[in-house]
Every structure is written in C-alpha cells, then in structure tokens.
C-alpha cells in the first residue's frame, strides 16, 4: 500500500471510528448524557465567567491562582502517571503489560485534554491565546517556565497520540506494527512523561518569593505523587473495562501495578514528612505557609481540614495497600485506589497551590474560597474529560481485540468495515 | 437490520440537536463578551511592534472606545522614554507617618477601579525595631501614627532582575530602557503568573471591568500607564509614566504631606535621588531574593 494512501484512509478511519463511538447500550448512553450534563453545566458557568470577569472565582490579588490551576496541577500528575504502565511492559518485559499499556497512554491524552482545559479556563483573555505561538505571538522562550510547559504538554500529548493512533490503525489493518515507528516514541513518552511534571513543578519552585514552593524537593514528590494516581486511576479502568466490554485483562497487569502504588504511596509520605521536618525543626518564616496549612495562623483556617483530610487518606491509603487480604481481595485494593486518589488531589491542590499564596509576600494573611462557579466549571472540565476517555477506549478496544478491522470491508475500498455482532455487544 | 441502523441513526441525529441546542443556551452569556471583542483589537500586535501609524490608530479606538464605555473624552498618549533617563524612588521611612494619601493618590492618578478601591500602593504598619513582614499589618484603621509603629509603604520596585518579567509567557510585561517596568494591557493573556512571582505584590489583576463615574476619570493617560484597563488583564505601578516622562513627578510623591518620597533621574549628578542615594544609608526590600529594585527606603539616623 502505497504511503499516500494512508493520508486519505487515516482520516477515513478516524471518522469512522468517531462514527461508531456514538453506538452503544444504554448503559453507555446514560453514562454519556450525565457527563454531557455536568459538562454543559460547567460550560454555561464559564460562559459567565467570561463576560462578567474572573471576579466570579474566589481568586483574588493576594491568591492569584485557585482550583483550576490545583487541578492543572493534578491533572498533569495524572497524565505522567498513566504511562507509568509503560516501564513495566517495555524495560522490563512484561507481555502482560503491553496489552494495557495502550489504556494508560488514552488516558494520559484525555488527562492532557483537562489540563488544557484548566488552562484556558483561568486565562483572563483566552482569546489572546495565539500570542503563545512560537512564530506568531512572542514566545518568552525559554526564559517563562510557562512556556517551558506548553511546549512539554503538547509534545506529550502529541507523542500519545501518535503511539496510540498508529498501534490502532494498524491493528484495525490487520498488519503488525512495525517497531521503528512507535517503540522510540514509547520511549520518549517514560522521559517525557517524567518532564511534564518536572516542568510543572519548576512553574512553582522557580519562583523566589514563595517560599512555600521555593523547594528542591518539589519536582521529586510532583512525580511520586504521578506514580500513585495514575496507577491507581488505571487499576479500578481495567476492572471497569473487563466488566463492561469482556475484554480478557488478567490479574497481571493489577498485580503490578498495585506493586507499583506499594513503594510510591511510602515515598510521597516520606517527602512529605521530610519537608515538614525542614519547616518545624527550623521554623521561623519560612515555616508560616506551613503552619497555616496545617494548623491555622492568627485565626485563619479554610485550609486545615483539606491538609488533614488529605494527610488522613493518604496514610489510609498506604495501610490498606500493604494489607495481605489486599492481595486477595480487589474491593480492598480499589479501596485503596479510591484513598490514594482523593488524598493526592487534595495534597497536590489545595495543599500546594493554595498555601504557596497564604500569607502573601507582604506577610497579609488573605484565604481563598472557590465559589460555586468554580466548582462548575471544574466539575465540566472533569467530565468533559471523561467523555474524551470513555470515546477514546470505546473506539479503540474493539479494533485492538479484533472485532473492527479492514478486511471486514470489500478489497480495495479503504477501511469501511462493518461492525461484527460482538463489536455492538461490547459498546 | 437497516431498520435498527436507520432508527439508530435517526436517534443520534435527534440527540446531536438537542446536544446543540443545549450548548448553544449555555454558551449564551458569550454574547455580551463578545459584544467588547473587536477585530482590530483582537489582530493588533505587540506595543512594540506598532509602527507610527499603527500605534496612532490604536490611541484613536482607545479614546473613542473610552468615550463610548465611559462617557469621558480624555487624551491617550504613548511618550517614550527619554534619552539619558533611569528613574529610581526613595522613601524616607523616619518621616513617613503611614497616612496613607499616597495610596489614595495613586488611586485616582491610576484610574483605578471605585469599587474595590484598589490602589497600586499598599503601607505596612511595622513593629518598630523591627524589619520582619510577619509583623507587619496593611489594614490598620486607627490614628496614625501610632505608638511603637513605624510605617512601610510597598510599590512596584521596578527591579532590574524582574521576576514578573522572567515569567511572563508572552512577553506583556518588560523592562523599559528608563528603568519602568510596563505591561501592555493589550497583549497581557491574563494568566497572573506574574503576580505569582513578584515578591512585593505589586501586581493587580482586573478581576472584572473597572468602575469608575465619568466626571472622577483623569483625562490625562498614557497607552503603557493609567489608560482604564480591559477586564481580565494585569496592571501595575509605573512611577506615573505618563507624568514623570513629561518632566513631571509621580501623583504619590505630590501627595505626600512629610515629605518622604525622593523621586529622580539616577544618571543626573544633581538629582535628588542621586543625593538620597551618596549621603544616605539605603536598603532595599528582600534584597536576599536578588531583584535588584529601583525602590529604596532609608532612615534618617
Ligand atoms: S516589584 Fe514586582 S511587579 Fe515590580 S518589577 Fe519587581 S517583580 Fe515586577
Ligand atoms: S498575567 Fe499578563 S503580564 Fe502577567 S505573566 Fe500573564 S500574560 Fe504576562
């Protein structure tokens, strides 16, 4: 087949794979209206936003970034995290793996998505968005750290893309794919995906006068915090994924990397408790950021209950991890899933953004509250998110397991083929 | 089999336009946004890449833009920085009384929003003896000066190492060649990065339109300066560019009734920010994190 003819039949595919994204039980079609729900929710509360300004947020002079920068933050974890199931399957040889790897790199694009998303959402000229661009805007390359990310993220999420778009077609054309075009690309998505996070951690520790952030030890605890949410978020998809479309996903893949969440839930733990060392032992006011967030200062304390909620579940989540029964029983493990993934949303939002702008430089001690439009639109963001994750592994498991494919279409045409009977089933 | 196809189909297209309708209504309150975008605005080019021309142009649909939203006729003007000009400020901190009318100054100079009664500067009330922020206090409401006080105003300290600058994405904010660090609130994204790295909080964001009366905004603006800025942009102090470029002194220094602020040209021997700067003993503000400001404060013994 000659190279042109993909330019035309990779669209054609894409069409058609979107196409058959919209068939499905209504298990399937209630799931998407839900989320198409809260979606437009979170659309008309930004809608306002715009016109009426960011003065609808709980933001103010004093803590300039909120909730969406909080959940950019995880977000990004999130998407580094997920290829995290690429290690294991390409270093260090576990056959197993490579049948779920394509499942944490779809997710690492929709997680990409939101963190997109939650970008745009805090700008106040979203429009002016073209000023980014290299060439046409004027790209503060590479002095901004900003830009530094920009550039990381739509890498990555291009990098994704790539890997999963060609592992699919070509199994969707019945043809083995060859090594050259995505095995260094997978490669390159275990260091890229570690940069992501880097450079989302450099956005804030690279600042001077915060000293809440101004830590070497940022970067570290940014990607052992990665390694336990998007593992965690993978475990309960398998599952999710064996029940819904009877995809065979041995005990393997959970086994893993619920070995993974093992040594990553210690290590978040320890960094934790090594930096609130460094700011009780020495104190002073290096320590205030600290000590607000964990007990309050001078009659202020929106965030204590966060810090201690988070603080809770983690160890919570490191307990039942390590339980024996765990190993027997999936319920406790995605118990511990559930534990680990709320008390890193917390401990990597709230409990870093926030506390890095209270006090402010001047020392003024000036709390934030997300207000209800917020809270919206975040909620849209997430299941908007969600709706790109259930489409994406959708379309792709029924080529991956062979239920789609070419040859189902007549010789010559280009990939028009029909659904099988058990393509519908599994929708 | 095509009759289930077909229906399916049918289905689909039906929650395709319901899907559309719905965000079409959400997606309503746009309209009054939009209603302020305009395509000019929306093309035009960084401040300094305007040619003559163009930046003529710009100032026009400003005024105009200002007339129509404010109902003000005022004086928009680009002057660029002088030859042989870097300004500096200084503050004299034993004479300062913390009353505040320089805040209030910079407030009606600036054009500065009635509603939240912003203010470009912000006076610490400090413990005396003592030099540490966390014992300072911005919302002090009693009589001033007060016993054991002493006073800490906190402005923009056009640092030379700006981290605002570094930040910047875009390149919205930077350093002009007389010391003035300026944002163009024309190209600012509004991601409020820099107001996240300034250590001095010396940055606004435009949280929602500016509210001023007609008859209280000072008609004498300046495109880099005290134009009323757009929602959803930053602004900052600018030492009063539009005045101090014109051989005048910033609104706050006027204001003062001690006497505590020395503004000047720091490359003219007999200014008397030269002479603060060579008999005084001067410090700087978090010297520690590298900024190297163009604010000093000193004390008189
Ligand atoms: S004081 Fe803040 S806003 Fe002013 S130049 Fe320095 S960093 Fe920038
Ligand atoms: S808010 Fe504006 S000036 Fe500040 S960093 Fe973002 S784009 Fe630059």
Redesign the pocket.
């Known amino acids: 087949m000659a190279a042109s003819r993909h330019l035309l039949d990779y669209p054609r595919f894409l069409g058609r794979l979107l196409w058959m994204s919209t068939d499905g039980s209504w298990r399937f079609y209630t799931w998407m209206t839900v989320l198409s729900a809260i979606a437009l929710v979170g659309a008309n509360a930004y809608a306002h936003q715009l016109a009426e300004g960011m003065a609808l947020t709980g933001m103010s002079d004093h803590v300039s970034w909120g909730l969406y920068i909080a959940n950019f933050t995880f977000g990004v974890g999130l998407a580094a995290g997920a290829v995290m199931m690429v290690i294991p399957a390409y270093l260090y040889h576990d056959h197993e793996m490579h049948d779920v790897t394509l499942i944490g790199e779809l997710l690492a694009v929709a997680a990409i998505f939101v963190c997109l998303l939650f970008i745009v959402v805090d700008m106040?000229h979203p429009e002016r968005a073209w000023?980014l661009m290299p060439g046409i805007g004027r790209f503060n390359w590479p002095i901004?750290m900003?830009t530094w990310d920009v550039v990381v993220l739509n890498g990555y999420l291009l990098i994704n893309l790539h890997i999963c778009g060609y592992l699919i077609y070509m199994r969707f054309l019945g043809r083995k794919p060859r090594k050259q075009w995505y095995l260094p690309f997978v490669f390159l998505s275990i260091f890229w995906a570690i940069s992501i996070h880097s450079v989302t951690a450099f956005l804030y520790s690279g600042l001077g006068g915060r000293p809440f952030w101004n830590s070497a030890l940022l970067a570290p605890r940014f990607i052992a915090s990665a390694f336990i949410t998007g593992p965690a978020f993978v475990i309960v998809l398998l599952q999710v994924i064996r029940r819904f479309t009877g995809l065979p996903i041995g005990e393997g893949p959970l086994r893993t990397l619920m070995s993974v969440m093992r040594v990553t839930v210690l290590l978040n733990l320890f960094m934790l408790g090594s930096e609130l060392f460094t700011a009780f032992y020495t104190g002073g006011t290096h320590a205030t950021a600290v000590r607000y967030l964990f007990f309050g200062s001078h009659g202020h304390h929106a965030l204590v209950p966060w810090i201690w909620t988070a603080v809770a579940l983690n160890i919570a989540s490191a307990v039942v991890v390590h339980l024996p029964a765990t190993r027997r029983h999936v319920w406790l493990l995605n118990l511990a899933c559930a534990l680990a993934f709320a008390g890193v949303w917390i401990e990597k939002g709230m409990g870093l953004i926030i506390p890095g702008f209270v006090p402010s430089t001047l020392h003024e001690l000036v709390e934030y509250v997300p207000t209800i439009t917020e809270w919206k639109i975040t909620a849209g963001i997430w299941a908007f998110g969600l709706m790109v994750l259930t489409v994406a592994v959708k379309v792709a498991l029924p080529v991956l397991s062979g239920q789609i494919a070419a040859s189902h279409a007549e010789h010559g045409q280009g990939p028009h083929g029909t659904e099988g009977p058990e393509a519908k089933q599994a929708a | 089999m095509s009759d289930i196809v077909s229906r399916r189909t049918m289905m689909k297209g039906a929650g395709a336009t319901l899907g559309a309708a719905a965000f079409a209504h959400a997606m309503a309150p746009l309209t009054e946004w939009s209603k302020d975008l305009s395509v000019d605005e929306f093309l035009q080019k960084h401040y300094k890449e305007l040619t003559r021309d163009e930046l003529g142009r710009v100032l026009l649909h400003l005024k105009e833009e200002t007339k129509r939203k404010y109902g003000r006729d005022v004086d928009i003007q680009a002057l660029p920085p002088q030859e042989g000009v870097s300004f500096a400020y200084a503050l004299n901190l034993s004479i300062c009384i913390g009353c505040r009318k320089c805040a209030e100054a910079c407030h009606q100079e600036n054009n500065h929003d009635r509603r939240t009664g912003n203010s470009y500067i912000r006076v610490l009330e400090m413990q005396q003896g003592s030099l540490d922020l966390e014992h300072g206090n911005a919302n002090y409401d009693h009589p001033v000066p007060a016993e054991g006080k002493y006073y800490l105003p906190v402005q923009c300290h056009q640092c030379d190492n700006a981290p605002?600058v570094k930040?910047?994405?875009?390149?919205?904010?930077w350093k002009e060649q007389d010391g003035i660090v300026v944002?163009d609130y024309n190209?600012?994204?509004?991601?409020?990065?820099?107001?996240a790295?300034c250590p001095y909080h010396a940055?606004r964001?435009n949280w929602a339109k500016p509210e001023i009366p007609p008859e209280e905004i000072n008609p004498d603006q300046g495109y880099l300066s005290n134009r009323i800025r757009p929602q959803g942009?930053?602004e900052k102090c600018t030492f009063c560019l539009h005045r101090t470029r014109a051989g005048r002194l910033p609104a706050c220094l006027e204001a003062c009734p001690t006497g505590a602020r020395v503004f000047g040209n720091l490359l003219d021997p007999k200014s008397p920010i030269r002479w603060v700067l060579e008999n005084k003993r001067v410090f700087v503000l978090k010297e520690e994190l590298g900024t190297r400001p163009r604010f000093f404060y000193f004390f008189d013994k």
């Open positions: 106040g000023h901004s900003l | 605002c930040v910047c994405p875009v390149q919205a904010t944002v190209w600012c994204i509004g991601c409020r990065y820099c107001e790295a940055r964001f942009v930053v």
